[in-house]
């Protein structure tokens, strides 16, 4: 069974980077797949952040690109997300997810963390 | 960017009824749509991808369908668990998600 955990700073400061990691169990991140990070505000709905291959493809949503940066540890079996310069309007709960692909483009999410809240406070 | 919307935002049913979701989108995105459940805590869960097949464990009164902008899904008798928020997510494009419709109960 495919397993994912976020885990990170739940408490971060205006300006700084977010950073946060999440742990694959059960799947080889190696053999296949994309892996992504969505995001929920509190209260409101889904947004994809973006989205790694393991040979460190990716793929990221156009209004954050200046922002993010998706990286992978294929011998720890994780990847990482950091989001630059935040402000309160970042504060959401981060998911972690295996991203569907084919032909080479991540199509849905199949298997998602449980989630981390981030709040951007000073 | 292809917007997704959702409707209504709210559907307020009583169990054992039928509940219809819809998801238009801004432009044509095929059949690569994807529907989620998510419950109150919970990260949200695959129910539909291909806008019309049923992922791995999801029941049968779970049906999804359309193609271009207009989907929708039904729940043919809703059970207690079914109350949730119900998303939709093209792939055609960046993959984008629906605003979400709560199900609520009647």
């Known amino acids: 069974q495919v397993q994912l955990q976020e885990s990170g700073p739940g408490l971060v400061k205006p300006s700084e980077t977010l950073s946060l990691t999440c742990a694959v169990s059960?799947?080889?991140?190696?053999?296949?797949?994309?892996w992504g990070w969505i995001r929920q505000p509190p209260g409101k709905g889904l947004e994809w952040i973006g989205s790694?291959?393991?040979?460190?493809?990716?793929y990221y949503n156009p209004s954050l690109k200046s922002r993010v940066t998706i990286s992978v540890d294929t011998s720890k079996n994780q990847f990482s997300l950091k989001l630059s310069s935040v402000t309160a309007a970042d504060t959401a709960v981060y998911y972690c997810a295996r991203h569907v692909v084919s032909s080479g483009w991540p199509y849905y999410f199949d298997y998602w963390g449980q989630g981390t809240l981030v709040t951007v406070s000073s | 960017e292809i917007v997704m919307t959702q409707s209504p935002a709210t559907l307020s049913v009583s169990p054992g009824e039928r509940a219809t979701l819809s998801c238009r989108a801004s432009?044509?995105?095929?059949?690569?749509l994807a529907w989620y459940q998510q419950k109150p805590g919970q990260a949200p869960r695959l129910l539909i991808y291909g806008a019309s097949t049923r992922a791995t464990g999801i029941p049968a009164r779970f049906s999804g369908s359309g193609s271009g902008t207009e989907f929708t899904l039904t729940i043919s008798s809703l059970q207690s668990e079914d109350f949730a928020v119900y998303y939709c997510q093209q792939y055609n494009n960046w993959p984008a998600f629906g605003g979400g419709t709560k199900v609520e109960i009647k």
């Open positions: 790694i291959y393991h040979s460190g493809s990716t």
């Open positions: 059960g799947y080889s991140i190696s053999s296949g797949y994309y």
């Open positions: 432009q044509s995105v095929s059949s690569n």
